[in-house]
């Protein structure tokens, strides 16, 4: 389950001396970091250590005190925000459905654009995701687990270059987890994605990540191979 | 009971003032009971209102014996002090103050303009500032009510429309079922107002009217018209302060400015 080996020469996102400072607390302190193609960077540490305040700066839904993000090369401000968070995808610990059918919720990003996603796209969205014949069902049926597979492929249907995931299976049952796990590492291996996953679960982190970064107090103690920095 | 004890009618009117403000006094203790703490917010709202009654009531004494053209600015006052009275509603909401003012001097402005053009409201400043008046403080309790309902349906929502922006949404489109229900929600008053008429409640004006000898038909018609004006001004004002409110509530780099427990960031980045 493990991602494949990055392209190391493929550089996708690249965080420089990113920083948050509010209230005159750091939550995210001078961290710097690379994302290559086609890898899962785990980012791991304690409750607090600043891991979603990480990532929501990596698709700006917060903005940056210090330093910046280069998205394929070009700084994230120069890019506009809606194109920058097409591309740099964001799942969330809750999935946050809106309300009304699944094939509604997985147009919602194309729509955004002025794209309409065909009935067949939305199809193969929902195989991909492990819920063929799902489109019109309405949301408030769905498990937690379904749920979640609903918000990936919703992500998806954006078509990112990046996902961000903020611990997408902390609310999910362990059977539901596990399937989470799994189809992350199908979607990654069999595209062109890259995948940063917040997540406090160590183990899942050793199961699904080929590099880990480790934080605390905002800061990035460790970046490496999975079992350099983990010991496992 | 109390007009047999007192013949002075300053005296009659502060007892009475006295018996009105303990019945509301009443509701404090019985809230605090059930630890809800209205004590300062009361206290304050009723010494407050009891003052500024009394101030304005000598102010149109003295403004009865002046020109029309007076009026347009002691209600450019009350447009400026509303504008300032709910944006209190919105607390943190950036930018509430313009956006209220702008939105109280539009809506309740434009009514009361074009109901002086038409001489639905006559131009003398005995009736042009107590109408005028009527409608710029309906104006503002709806656009209190609006940007109060916003900025919880925001706080509420915030996983919501996060997951919007994540997805490419507009900020607007993002925060649009929150408009609408904060539009709706500040218009029930408004609208409930004009459905209860002449059955629930009869309004101030038309027992006035009905005091100073008008007839009756006409006092109930004329208290309609006041009703529908409130609407409109009302309306307006929501209208425009829920659509101008909403691009306070993102940052220019169109994130969520408003959210559960945020801070402000030290310094914003360029």
């Known amino acids: 389950m493990t991602s494949p080996g990055p392209e190391p020469t493929s550089i996708v996102l690249e965080a420089q001396h990113l920083g948050r400072i509010v209230d005159s607390r750091a939550l995210v302190d001078d961290i710097s970091v690379q994302v290559f193609r086609r890898e899962i960077l785990a980012v791991v540490g304690p409750s607090g250590s600043g891991k979603s305040s990480f990532l929501r700066l990596l698709n700006r839904l917060d903005e940056p005190t210090s330093g910046t993000v280069l998205l394929e090369s070009v700084d994230y401000r120069q890019i506009p925000p809606r194109e920058l968070r097409r591309r740099v995808g964001m799942v969330t610990q809750r999935p946050f459905l809106f309300p009304g059918s699944v094939a509604s919720n997985l147009r919602f990003g194309p729509l955004q654009r002025g794209e309409t996603l065909s009935d067949e796209a939305v199809d193969l969205l929902l195989t991909q995701v492990g819920l063929p014949g799902y489109g019109e069902r309405d949301v408030a049926n769905l498990s937690g687990g379904e749920a979640q597979r609903i918000s990936l492929a919703r992500t998806l249907a954006n078509q990112p270059v990046v ?17 989470i796990e799994s189809l992350i590492g199908e979607i990654i291996a069999g595209g062109n994605l890259s995948c940063i996953m917040v997540t406090h679960d160590i183990s899942q982190a050793a199961r699904s990540a080929s590099r880990v970064m480790l934080l605390e107090g905002g800061r990035a103690t460790r970046i490496g191979q999975t079992q350099q920095v983990l010991h496992v | 009971m109390l007009k047999t004890w007192f013949s002075n009618q300053l005296v009659l ?14 509701v404090v203790l019985l809230a605090r009971k059930r630890q809800i703490h209205l004590e ?23 403004l009865l014996h002046a020109p029309s053209w007076t ?9 400026f002090a509303a504008g300032s009275i709910s944006a209190r509603r919105a607390k943190n909401l950036p930018g509430s103050y313009g956006v209220s003012t702008w939105s109280i001097a539009c809506g309740a402005g434009l009514v009361i303009a074009v ?3 038409l001489g639905v409201i006559d131009v003398a400043i005995t009736s042009l500032i107590p109408v005028g008046s009527m409608l710029i403080a309906n104006a503002m309790n709806t656009n209190g009510l609006a940007l109060n309902r916003f900025r919880a349906d925001v706080l ?24 609408q229900a904060s539009l709706e929600a500040s218009l029930i008053p408004a609208i409930d107002s004009l459905r209860s008429l002449g059955i629930v409640w009869i309004p101030g004006l038309m027992a006035g009217m009905l005091l100073s000898g008008a007839r009756p038909v006409y006092a109930a018609i004329y208290q309609f018209v006041v009703l529908a004006m409130i609407f409109a001004a009302s309306g307006l004002t929501s209208l425009l302060s829920t659509l101008l409110i909403r691009a306070h509530a993102f940052s220019s780099a169109e994130q969520l400015a408003l959210r559960p427990g945020i801070a402000k960031p030290k310094a914003a980045a360029a």
């Open chain 1, 163 to 179: 996902l961000l995931l903020d611990e997408p299976t902390s609310a999910l049952d362990e059977n539901a987890k596990r399937g």
């Open chain 2, 13 to 26: 009117g502060l007892v009475q003032a006295t018996a009105a403000a303990a019945c509301a006094l009443m």
């Open chain 2, 40 to 62: 300062t917010d009361v206290m304050v709202a009723l010494m407050r209102g009891l003052t500024q009654i009394v101030a304005v009531g000598s102010v149109l004494v003295l």
């Open chain 2, 71 to 79: 009026s347009v600015f002691a209600l450019t006052a009350m447009i």
């Open chain 2, 115 to 117: 109901m002086t053009w």
């Open chain 2, 156 to 179: 509420a929502h915030a996983g919501e429309i996060e997951a919007a922006l994540s997805l490419g949404a507009n900020p607007n489109e993002s925060v649009s079922p929150y408009v």
